[in-house]
């Protein structure tokens, strides 16, 4: 019985399903995903709207959340009179404004997704997600788990189901407890239209089907749907497909089903009365929706309003023509515009820049003795460069604790003797006073600070792991000049010019995954920041960039740096100077460095729930530190959440003005780019990903 | 020494008792009061075990009052304390005073917060009746508090359905443990005709007496023991509430699979060593369900795709061997190996923790970092 009617393709179906799953790729790279992905071609407000409609997303605040706003005054009325003159004309905006505040309307974003599968609940009393879903994510966990067991999956290269099939085949306990859906997956006719017939019986409720029942899991589905799609996503590669997955859930649907009511049961359209609403039907938007989306447009706008404001009343519009005591050079992450705000107040000399934080050199990075070649560039680039760190002697510490063979039952019997009670002991101080251990995730230790990088490649057919190793002296000379043009530093360089990159530190926070540099691919930024340095520091790349027009004088040196963002601390890189001169320099800048950081520490320690805002402000710093290392704190300093602004232009626009961590900026001088083009590159590359992050983040946090 | 004890029991009690009082807003009140009780506590057991090793270690056996009195009759409250007591206080004061500290911040703002430190006050209170009981009857009312704030700690997240759903897990399966405890206090009324006290089963002579006469009520006695024992230390079949505990907050999965709850059943069994060491059968069972569940909880957990779950059945299995260790007589040696595993399945446990809705990153942390 193999149905192949013209209303429901197989094909058609996952394809769309795979459109509108949630692309959640695991936590390797980090990952720019706008999770309305699948409405991003309509406008906002309709995308907004429409898919609350139909998966029940809660896309906006809800009006009862607006109209708190507006009575804290944190929505301004003349902007919702204007909002509302904008969409809907000046006519009567009394009235407009009253239904905003008044209005009764049914404040809900309930969608239509699950309406046909919740039948099963209501006309035959069963609940088949809470009899399946249990078993079905702790097995898809274990055909996926990249080396967390200690025994690994007894058969997985051959893909999901004929995995099933041979482990059914080879061992006494079967997955299923009645004869059917045994006999379906073991006689291979198992096609997902066979099953469906079995389960729903029209066909013209397939499609609708399925999303109500991927949907009950968006998550586990979408990455099963992205392994499928992109296998390189996980390190220990898995072979799965979601047609495979589903078949296996609506097999375990019909053994649920069978368990209850033996073989005799009407699928599901049979005993449905009425009609059900099509999933993807055109969805209205009523006057609710339209309340909603000027309410929004009002509180965007009283707080773009006060930006705008800040940047008009900002005294400072042209740099000052005064030489800078030292240049330096940060990402545009939100994290860091305190930070420079701090750095030029101490030193009104200092200069600062911000541009995306791999510093336009786009490679992959092996550490010392790493197994695996990591992307430290914006996760959508595929460069063909590799950069491998090269040292004597490194080793990794290791914590016994975190090691799988306490788990065994020998090691484990003779390592509660033994150690068991050093554990106990250093538990004891680590409770009371949190400092770093091997456990920890520290940024610093991304890269050695003493190592030596492969930067410069001896034979561009050199090859590792099929790419290519090091860069050459024009590719160099491109990517400085790159830099430095987009964000307009071409003249008047300081004697240093750092170039600042960060990272985060954490034991036990959950949110660590976000808080690393996006633009690394969610990793710290030191090895580009000090390859870019090494980079502009080279005499032949000087020369050629001189041909072009950019002199960089002789006296200026660039030196790489890693800002840790959750401790406040920096770290410097190949800060050697010949020059006694520059030595003294950069002493007294690290000064500057090492204030402003304690000042930055102070302002984030305002948010910090826990943290007692009464120390001074070293105590501040050590306080703020502490917290970075301690087991107990799983809140998360929300970063990009708050992220509500991007700036693309000079410094002097918003220097002074405290944009409470919640902007990129990204430093561009639009009279050395007649053309445009500089502003293309970081409008078309850089400044959507940062939309999406903030936009991802703000979702999953908010 | 005796009044020191005796105020050590009811500490935990009367803090419990005070701690519903406590204004629920105001955090840094309720879980500093914890912190301080629980801390005296410790620090006094700290102290008073120097005094008793100075005394050169003396077996105390303390008789409170009777419960119930008639002729033939006497149902009353017992205290005890050896080695065995000394060694159970001190590393359940030590843990819960760490899981006071370590809850202070990590449940900052959540709305059980001071739900979770009166439970926590009220499973202590009854952790500290269990180690001191003299005899069957007081531990079981220890026995009883803990099972109680064991499904209130599990069920912490009482809005979530697994949670709760585990929390009942564990609870029945408690229950057949209370049954195992109150048919071998039945048991043992028939045996002794009266209501014996821990000190008196060290007395070979007479418990070698009673047992010649009636070795098939000593029979009965010793497995319904075993059967509360399995069930409190999650030993084969009941190992599964184990793994099940964790989906509550992490402090109280530390207390439960990592540490003190699960070693209770091990602390019954060498309670009661005098009484079921002399009879071969018991030993072998004793020994049979801890090999058999050491080599089960070990292979399960050597598949286990989370590490949670991998460090609750190598707790299992260690605890399996604990039991092997005692049907052996090593009893000391059990000891020993239970103060090692409190502490070191214990540390894990909060590096791993697992917080109402937030996902565990350590789960994906090889992926990321090359180390």
């Not at chain 1, 970063?639 to 509500?644: I, V």
């Not at chain 2, 102290?47 to 009353?76: C, Q, T």
Request: aromatic share 14%; with cysteine; hydrophobic share 45%.
């Amino acid at each position: 019985m193999n149905y192949t009617t013209n209303i429901f393709k197989v094909d058609n179906v996952l394809h769309h399903l795979k459109h509108y799953l949630p692309a959640q790729a695991s936590l390797k790279d980090f990952i720019h995903h706008n999770t309305l992905h699948a409405f991003q071609d309509r406008k906002f407000y309709d995308a907004l709207t429409q898919s609350s409609k139909i998966f029940g997303y809660k896309t906006s605040l809800s009006l009862m959340e607006y109209r708190d706003l507006f009575h804290e005054g944190k929505i301004s009325e003349s902007i919702i009179l204007k909002a509302i003159g904008e969409k809907k004309g000046s006519e009567l905006p009394e009235v407009w404004f009253d239904k905003m505040l008044n209005g009764a309307y049914k404040d809900t974003f309930a969608g239509r997704r699950s309406h046909l599968r919740n039948n099963w609940k209501d006309l035959y009393s069963v609940d088949l997600d809470l009899a399946i879903q249990p078993f079905l994510f702790r097995f898809l966990c274990s055909y996926l788990d990249q080396g967390i067991a200690i025994w690994s999956f007894p058969v997985w290269n051959k893909g999901f189901l004929t995995t099933i099939r041979e482990m059914e085949r080879n061992t006494f306990i079967s997955f299923f407890k009645t004869p059917r859906a045994k006999q379906l997956l073991m006689d291979r006719k198992c096609e997902i239209s066979d099953l469906l017939a079995i389960l729903v019986g029209d066909e013209t409720l397939y499609e609708h089907y399925l999303f109500d029942q991927q949907f009950a899991h968006p998550g586990w589905s979408g990455f099963v749907s992205v392994v499928e799609d992109m296998p390189q996503t996980l390190i220990d590669a898995r072979r799965i497909s979601l047609q495979d997955f589903i078949i296996f859930e609506l097999l375990l649907e019909i053994d649920t089903l069978d368990q209850k009511f033996g073989e005799n049961w009407l699928p599901l359209a049979k005993r449905i009365k009425g009609h059900v609403e099509p999933l993807f039907a055109p969805v209205q938007i009523t006057e609710y929706h339209e309340i909603l989306h000027l309410w929004q447009d009002a509180y965007e706008w009283t707080f773009y309003d006060q930006v705008l404001g800040g940047i008009l009343a900002n005294p400072e519009k042209e740099n000052t023509s005064e030489k800078s005591g030292f240049q330096a050079m940060f990402c545009i992450d939100d994290r860091v515009c305190s930070l420079r705000r701090y750095i030029e107040e101490i030193e009104p000399t200092a200069q600062t820049f911000g541009t995306p934080g791999f510093f336009g050199v786009a490679f992959y990075y092996k550490p010392m003795n790493g197994k695996f070649s990591m992307k430290v560039c914006p996760a959508p680039m595929n460069p063909p460069y590799l950069i491998k760190e090269e040292l004597d002697n490194k080793k990794n510490k290791k914590d016994f604790h975190f090691a799988d063979y306490t788990h065994s039952l020998f090691f484990g019997w003779l390592i509660t003797h033994t150690i068991g009670f050093w554990s106990a002991i250093r538990l004891f101080i680590n409770i009371f006073t949190p400092r770093l251990s091997p456990a920890t995730t520290l940024s610093f230790r991304h890269m050695d600070k003493h190592s030596r990088l492969t930067i410069e490649s001896s034979d561009p057919q050199l090859k590792e792991d099929g790419l290519q190793l090091g860069f050459t002296i024009t590719e160099m000379a491109d990517r400085v000049e790159g830099l430095l043009k987009s964000i307009g530093l071409v003249k008047d360089f300081a004697p240093i010019v750092y170039a600042v990159g960060h990272g985060a530190s954490s034991v036990n926070n959950t949110h660590y995954a976000g808080y690393d540099c996006g633009a690394c691919s969610g990793r710290p930024g030191s090895v580009n920041a000090r390859v870019i340095c090494y980079m502009a520091n080279h005499p032949e790349v000087r020369q050629i960039l001189r041909s072009r027009g950019l002199d960089i004088p002789s006296k200026t040196m660039f030196l790489g740096a890693l800002h840790d963002t959750t401790r406040d601390e920096i770290e410097f890189y190949d800060d050697n100077f010949a020059d006694v001169a520059q030595t003294e320099l950069h002493k007294h800048n690290k000064k500057v460095f090492m204030q402003a950081l304690d000042l930055n520490a102070r302002e984030r320690a305002r948010r910090f729930v826990t943290t007692s805002k009464r120390h001074d402000l070293k105590n501040l710093h050590e306080a703020v530190k502490k917290r970075s290392v301690s087991l107990f704190e799983p809140r998360p300093e929300l970063n990009h959440a708050t992220n509500s602004l991007c700036i693309v232009g000079r410094r002097a626009l918003t220097k002074k003005l405290f944009l409470d961590r919640r902007a990129f900026l990204n430093s561009y001088d639009y009279s050395i780019d007649p053309e445009g083009n500089y502003l293309f590159t970081i409008l078309s590359a850089a400044a959507p990903v940062r939309w999406y992050q903030s936009g991802v983040l703000l979702f999953s946090c908010g | 020494m005796e009044r020191i004890l005796e105020l050590l029991i009811v500490w935990p009690f009367l803090a419990f008792f005070i701690s519903l009082f406590l204004p629920k807003e105001n955090e840094k009140l309720i879980s500093g009061f914890t912190f301080g009780v629980v801390g005296i506590h410790f620090f006094t057991i700290l102290g008073l075990l120097i005094y008793w090793i100075s005394l050169g270690l003396p077996v105390l056996n303390l008789k409170e009052f009777s419960i119930y009195e008639s002729a033939d009759m006497d149902f009353f409250i017992d205290f005890y304390f050896d080695h065995v007591t000394a060694v159970y206080s001190l590393i359940g004061a030590m843990l819960t005073f760490l899981v006071t500290t370590y809850s202070r911040i990590y449940l900052h703002r959540e709305s059980g917060y001071k739900r979770f430190f009166y439970t926590i006050l009220f499973f202590y209170a009854g952790y500290t009746l269990v180690v001191f009981a003299g005899n069957l009857e007081t531990l079981f009312i220890g026995w009883e508090i803990l099972g109680l704030t064991s499904f209130l700690l599990v069920a912490f997240y009482r809005e979530r359905y697994l949670p709760v759903k585990n929390a009942f897990k564990v609870f029945s399966i408690y229950r057949i443990g209370d049954v195992g405890i109150i048919l071998a206090m039945w048991a043992s009324h028939h045996l002794w005709h009266e209501n014996i006290t821990f000190a008196k089963i060290q007395n070979y002579e007479l418990v070698h007496h009673h047992l010649e006469a009636h070795s098939v009520f000593g029979l009965f006695i010793s497995i319904m023991l075993l059967t509360a024992a399995c069930a409190k230390s999650a030993q084969f079949p009941f190992s599964s509430w184990l793994p099940r505990a964790m989906e509550g907050p992490t402090p109280s999965s530390a207390i439960f699979y990592g540490s003190l709850s699960v070693h209770l059943g091990l602390f019954l069994l060498i309670r009661t060593m005098p009484f079921w060491e002399h009879q071969l059968i018991a030993r072998i069972m004793i020994g049979a369900v801890g090999i058999f569940t050491a080599a089960i909880g070990a292979s399960i957990g050597r598949v286990q795709s989370s590490v949670k779950s991998q460090i609750a059945y190598a707790s299992v299995a260690q605890i399996g061997l604990m039991f092997l260790e005692v049907a052996l007589r090593f009893k000391n040696f059990a000891l020993f190996h239970f103060a090692g595993n409190a502490f070191f399945a214990y540390v894990p446990t909060f590096g791993f923790s697992f917080r109402s809705e937030l996902f565990d990153k350590r789960a994906i942390l090889p992926l990321c970092s090359q180390a």
